[in-house]
């Protein structure tokens, strides 16, 4: 054993590695050396090698794929908080990207009593469903489902292809957009999303659906988004109270 090697530890290795992903000596998706060449290379013990290996597999910086070798993941195009509250839009174009719209579908029904109790309307009222692919700089990145009010949002399809329904259901003054309540799942494949985004079994899903509130306290959008896992992440800033 050389020096060199006493002197490395397990973590030491792990950070080596995680320097030379972040400072692209590893190409995304390209294969990853072996343990053994990693080992001679750094001039450490094979055993730190495996170790770091295994966190990194862990930590979903690579992924193994069985029978053909572990690869580099790429990384997220966009990164957002969860307590930050914004539109699909905004967050496209704060990675300086182009939002766009691949319009789906668009249907108006009536209410059913457990909208009546959810949205606090009556039964007059109309609900509208919008399914929509959502791109950036037109690579499909998001499968959004959102159900709204009619009378909250009247506008046509052209408008829905190039506008936030944040910015829709805002600009007419009486609503405002304050709170959402989040819940977050990774999804490993979802039939209708994973085809529209135009990914395989391979490629995760984040669903994440979210109740927003107007400032009365009203809820006034649902919406349920299915992100590419390998496009966006997501992170909570926590803070001692």
């Known amino acids: ?82 307590e930050e509250l914004s539109s699909v839009t905004a967050m496209i174009r704060q990675a300086g990207m182009e939002p766009g719209t691949i319009f789906i579908d668009f249907t108006e029904t009536d209410v059913t009593e457990e909208d009546m109790l959810v949205f606090n309307c009556n039964k007059d009222d109309k609900l509208l469903t919008i399914k929509r692919v959502r791109t950036a700089n037109g690579q499909p990145v998001v499968f959004c489902i959102d159900r709204v009010l009619a009378k909250n949002l009247s506008v046509g399809t052209e408008e829905l292809l190039n506008t936030s329904i944040f910015d829709l259901i805002e600009r007419n003054g009486k609503i405002y957009i304050e709170q959402a309540v989040a819940e977050i799942e990774p999804i490993g494949y979802d039939e209708e999303a994973s085809s529209f985004l135009r990914c395989g079994v391979d490629v995760s899903l984040l669903a994440l659906e979210q109740k927003h509130y107007s400032n009365e306290d009203e809820m006034v959008l649902y919406s349920k988004n299915y992100f590419r896992a390998d496009k966006f992440s997501f992170h909570v800033i926590r803070k001692r109270v």
């Open 1 to 82: 054993m050389s020096n060199t090697q006493q002197g490395q530890t397990y973590l030491q290795v792990l950070e080596q590695l995680k320097l030379e992903i972040d400072e692209g000596y590893f190409t995304e998706n390209e294969r990853f050396p072996s343990e053994f060449q990693l080992a001679k290379r750094l001039d450490v013990e094979l055993t730190f090698v495996r170790q770091a290996i295994q966190t990194l597999i862990k930590e979903k910086v690579i992924v193994q794929k069985h029978g053909v070798g572990i690869f580099v993941n790429p990384k997220p195009l966009f990164t957002s908080g969860i």
